[in-house]
């Protein structure tokens, strides 16, 4: 079983940028495909990223390619996500999972998931 605690959110204004992190315990952390998903108010949670156990592949909706990238150290047991040109319709409590199985974009086949972390961008 892996406990993950997310960290890096805020409010920040348009255009501007956060790094998200998420720390997880134990020590299979490189056994795990990392994801990051977000909900917003009155909203479904929806996938932004993951990345492969050895951090060569990642995958990203297609909302946030380009402007988010996705990340993991496993020395450190911690997986990031930076977010520069952030938009209003960023806003939302961002969460990160692990998963046991293949490398997965739909939420039910995460595993285990973090408490989240709000993120606001004003506009």
């Known amino acids: 079983q892996v406990q993950l605690v997310e960290s890096g959110g805020g409010l920040v204004q348009s255009g501007g940028s956060l790094r998200l992190s998420c720390a997880a315990s134990?020590?299979?952390?490189?056994?795990?495909?990392m994801g990051w998903f977000r909900q917003a108010p009155g909203k479904e949670r929806e996938f932004v990223a993951s990345v492969s156990r050895s951090g060569d592949s990642t995958t990203y909706a297609t909302s946030v390619r380009g402007r988010f990238t996705i990340s993991r150290d496993n020395a450190k047991n911690t997986v990031y996500l930076q977010m520069n040109s952030l938009k209003p319709e960023d806003t939302a409590v961002y969460y990160c999972?692990?998963?046991?199985?293949?490398?997965?974009?739909?939420?039910?086949?995460?595993?285990?998931w973090g408490q989240g972390t709000q993120v606001t961008v004003s506009s």
């Open positions: 999972a692990a998963d046991r199985g293949a490398f997965a974009v739909r939420r039910n086949e995460y595993d285990y």
């Open positions: 134990g020590r299979t952390f490189s056994s795990y495909v």
